[in-house]
């Protein structure tokens, strides 16, 4: 079983940053896929970046591409999203979610993560 509890949200002005943090409880965190995935008002949760075993890989969508940066500190169970640049359409709920690595670290889809955090909000002001 792992738990995870995401923090760093918060209001911000448009153009700039917030880091968010997910801590993990649990074994075997370092060999969990990571994920962070965000939903807006009236909107579908969207996936916005994917980090895998050893931070080998990472993926973001076209949408925070360049803009936001995902890592992990596995001596600390700790998965982080550094968000730059940010834009009133980025206001969302953030979710952290984890995943043991028994499907392919490319395979992107949301309903494979085991684990999720409850959510923290994320407000970007024009």
């Known amino acids: 079983q792992v738990q995870l509890v995401e923090s760093g949200g918060g209001t911000v002005q448009a153009g700039g940053s917030l880091r968010l943090s997910c801590a993990a409880s649990g074994r075997a965190f370092s060999r969990n896929v990571m994920g962070w995935f965000r939903q807006a008002p009236g909107k579908e949760r969207e996936l916005v970046a994917v980090?895998?075993?050893?931070?080998?890989?990472?993926y973001y969508p076209d949408s925070v591409k360049g803009r936001f940066t995902i890592s992990r500190d596995d001596a600390k169970n700790t998965v982080y999203l550094q968000m730059n640049s940010l834009r009133p359409e980025d206001t969302a709920v953030y979710y952290c979610?984890?995943?043991?690595?028994?499907?392919?670290?490319?395979?992107?889809?949301?309903?494979?993560?085991?684990?999720w955090g409850q959510g923290t909000q994320v407000t970007v002001s024009s």
């Open positions: 980090i895998g075993h050893s931070a080998a890989f990472t």
């Open positions: 979610a984890a995943r043991d690595p028994r499907s392919s670290v490319y395979d992107l889809r949301e309903e494979i993560y085991d684990y």
